[in-house]
Each structure stands twice: as C-alpha cells, then as structure tokens.
C-alpha cells in the first residue's frame, strides 16, 4: 500500500480533517510516490491556533536561546541530508548529484539566522534631554508561509528561517507538487527541540489551505514565492486585511554578454543560467542578449554546450532532471509550440528527450530559441523550462534598453572584461540582483528580491530577518 504523509501540527503528525488524500508522483518515472493529507480549512484553523499559543513563549525566549534551537536545526538538516536529498529527488525531480546543493543550502539558511538573531537590536533616538525614545524589533506573531514546488525545501528554509529567528511561530504550506521533505524536516525539528506549536506543516491545494492561511484573523504576515497570479491573489487578501507580505515572483531575467566576454567562462554559466534545475529558477537568466559581432559565434557555441549535457537524473552532474509535474511539463511543451507558430527559429532542443530511461518520466532537452521578436511570448513570459532566447544588440545603452523590456525585474547578469562597463550598466538595469561575470552564485548572506512585477521585499540577508519583525517606538517623558 501507498505511504500516507501526514500533516505536521502542535508537534504531532495528524490527519487531515477531510480524511482525504492525494498522490504525490515522482516526475522521473510517473510513479505514485505516497499520499498526501488532503487539508481544508478546519486544518489551518487548528494549526494557526496551536502557532498563536506557542507565540507569547516563543517570541520571548532568549535570541541566544532561540539561535542554539535553529543551530540544532540546520544540524538536523545535515544529519539527515541523503534521506532529505533523495525525498528531493523522488518527489521533485533534482538530480541525484545536485541534491546536496539545496539540501545544505537549508540547514545554511539557520545556520545564518541563527547567527544573526541576537543582533536584531534597536536604537536610542537623539531627542530633547527630559525624553528617552527607543525602537525594538518585535516579532509579528503567527506567520504564514507558502511556498512552490521548484526547490521545496530550501524555499520552506529560506523563509521560515529568519520568520522563527525574529521569534514568529509559522505556519507553513508547501506546494500540493512536493510536500514531502517540508512535512518530514517539520517532524525532524521537533526532534531537535523546537517547541510544540511553533513550526506547524499543512498540506493540500492553493485554494483550499493557501487562500485560508493568507485571510486568517490571527496571520500577521504572509511569505509566498510562486507565480505572480497567486502573489497577486494574496496581495488582494492583504491589501483587505492591511497585511504586510513578501512576495518572491517570477522572472524574465536578461543576461548580457559583451564582445569582450570571455567566452570559454560565459559560454557553460549563461547555459547553467537557464538550464538548471531544468529551468525551474525564479531567477533564471532566460533572455541572453548578445552584441552582435559575436553573436554568429555564440549562438553556435551555447547550442552546441547544451548539446553536451546529460538528461537523467541519475546523470554525472551538470545534468537533466525531469520537469517537475506534469502540468509545468505540459506548458513548456506549449511555450515551444508558440515558438513554432510566432515563427521563432530553434536552435537545439524545442521537444521532450526521449531514450533509455528517459520515456517514463518528463524529460524536456536544452533549448535555445533565435530569430525572435521582442512581443512573442518566449521573450516576454516566463516559461519555467530548460529554455533561453538569443537577443542580438548593437551598444551598450541597446542592451540596457532591451534587458529593462520586462514586466520582470528579478534578476539580471553582465559578461565583459569592462570595469566601468560593469558599473554603469549595473546601475541602469532594474532587477534585484545584477552577476558580473557568473550566475545563479548566491552567497546565503545575499539579498533577492524582485523590482517591478517580480515580488515586493526581500529574502535572504539581514534584509528578510528584518522583514519578519515589526518596529516599536518607546519615548519616555524623564521630567
Ligand atoms: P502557484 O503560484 O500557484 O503555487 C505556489 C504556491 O501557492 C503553492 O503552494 C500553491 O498551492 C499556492 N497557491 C495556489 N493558489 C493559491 C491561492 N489562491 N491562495 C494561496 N495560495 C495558493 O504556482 P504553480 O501553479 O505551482 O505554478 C504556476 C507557474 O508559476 C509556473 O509555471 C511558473 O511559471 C511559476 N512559478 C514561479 C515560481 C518562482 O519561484 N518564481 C515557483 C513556482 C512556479
Ligand atoms: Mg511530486
């Protein structure tokens, strides 16, 4: 019989109230990997009441304290790191070999929250002599956080991380797509000692625990990462509640290469930029815009690079793993097809990867699109596949021109050997982060974060702690 997976509430694993179930596959082969409790909105109910207990307690322990709990946590995450990687894998998709790379990029994210949840100190404020005035930094109380399907873990870490460090209880939904390595790190936490109530996992669709964990009376502040049409969907139910949110959207994020490049290092990282992960990136660098006098050259170049990598997930890494669901293997494949009928010329790949191993599972190759036009719809929405566009430019104010062509701004890449070049287009390209020179290299400690369409606030560095707190004035009359 199928495993069922159950919910993660008030430190014990319960069913869902609606006793139904739904099946997790494994994108590589099409198995039916467990069942997943089925929540509604009684089970939001009972997890957002058992987080706001535990908040008083919480929000007040020590932030010494509270660090060696999260510390105890990451280590958790690394005592455990091959049966969470492989959970990664089944349920997801992620290459064997590349497990590791989010798996331990989970227990970093404590491991830095944990450091820094001491320091969250606030000011003495110069006023007149017979006043003393102070900020702190106050947790909000019960945050919720929701999270996609594209890396599950790391993105239920990178948010729930600095939300506890500032002393917040969550509660969390992971994505109907990969529930699992969310519910089972929410089990291994309480095992390391975090208190009852405090991290709380309900499972199930959108509409059904997503929707109803945003509206919650007693959920002080959202943190989502997905799509924008859902990021705007909470939005409206914030903006009714008056509710502060992070929004972590999606992207169309320009990389530029300049003829003075160096091609042998740009050619593999402006690859990586929009392969890996089979695509599934937020911050995918999916626009390459090339100058023209190299563009022949390397437009033969990245074709033949993505020629080169292996599709399997069992593959020597750099390689291919699976699309991650169906429903996201189903609009690449249309995203090609529109390709095909705007007319765009495809380069290499443009079709799902067949072979040994390979027919079972949602296998897409490596694709590169040239001759496009800039209103088509591969250059101007995210497709979330192992795909990139070629853009020829001409001068360098062209290339910032076409890079800024986006309702996107999450991310952005520079390739020259320029010193001044680097610096005046870093300044006129809006996205949240700009590489010079590499891609998707992204130290724990670094904010991301969308301009325009891609999000509001920021996660990652001292900048996403902040954001889980909200601050207190105190101003004292001393006469
Ligand atoms: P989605 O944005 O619908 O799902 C993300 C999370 O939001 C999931 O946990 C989902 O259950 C939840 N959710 C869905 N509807 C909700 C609602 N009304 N209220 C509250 N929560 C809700 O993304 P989906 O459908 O999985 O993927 C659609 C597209 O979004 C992808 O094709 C891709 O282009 C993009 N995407 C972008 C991501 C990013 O990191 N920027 C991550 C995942 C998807
Ligand atoms: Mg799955």
Known sequence: ???????????????????????????????????????????????????????????????????????????AIRDNMESLGRMESDDMGIPYEAQHIVIEGSAEFFEYYAGLAPSLQGDTI????????????????VVGIITPWNAPLNQAARSAAPALAAGNTVVLKPSEYTSLSTVEFARLASEAGLPDGVLNVVTGFGPDVGAPLAAHRKVSKVGFTGS????????????????????????????????????????????????????QICSSGTRVLVQRSIYEEFSKMIAAAAEQIP???????????????????????????????????????????TGEGLDD?????????????????????????????????????????????????????????????????????????????????HSVGAPVGGYKKSGIGRERGIQALRQYTQMKNVTMNLA
Request: aromatic share 8%; proline share 6%; hydrophobic share 40%.
């Open 228 to 279: 924008v049409r859902t990021g705007q969907a909470i939005g409206a139910i914030a903006a009714e509640k008056v509710m502060p949110v992070t929004l972590e959207l999606g992207g169309k994020s320009p990389n530029i290469v300049f003829e003075d490049a160096d091609l042998a290092a740009a050619i593999p990282m402006v690859l990586f930029g929009f392969i890996a992960n089979s695509g």
């Open 126 to 141: 110069p006023a007149d002599q017979d006043k003393f005035v102070y900020t702190t930094y106050e947790p909000y109380g």
């Open 361 to 441: 599972g949602l296998y897409i190759r490596p694709t590169v699109f040239t001759d496009v036009a800039r209103d088509m719809r591969i250059v101007r929405e995210e497709i979330f596949g192992p795909a990139g566009v070629l853009i020829p430019f001409d001068t360098e104010e062209e290339a910032i021109e076409i890079a800024n062509d986006t309702d996107y701004g999450l991310c952005s890449g520079i390739w020259t050997r320029d010193v001044s070049r680097v610096h005046r287009v870093a300044r006129k390209i809006k996205a949240g982060t700009v590489y010079v020179n590499t891609y998707h290299d």
């Open 1 to 75: 019989m199928t495993a069922q997976v159950n919910m993660f509430i008030n430190g014990k694993s319960v069913p869902p109230a609606s006793q139904l179930y739904f099946e997790t596959i494994n994108p590589a082969d099409g198995t039916v990997l467990a069942e997943v409790a089925r929540g509604t909105e009684a089970d939001i109910h009972a997890a957002v009441e058992a987080a706001d207990a535990a908040s008083e307690t919480w929000g007040s322990v020590n932030p010494m304290e509270r660090a060696r709990i999260l510390n105890r946590l990451a280590q």
């Open 311 to 353: 599709i399997g997930i069992d593959k020597p890494f750099p390689c291919l793993g699976p699309i991650a669901n169906q429903m996201q293997y189903d609009k690449v494949l249309n995203y090609f097809q529109s390709a095909r009928d705007e007319g765009a010329t495809i380069l290499t790949g443009g079709e799902k990867a």
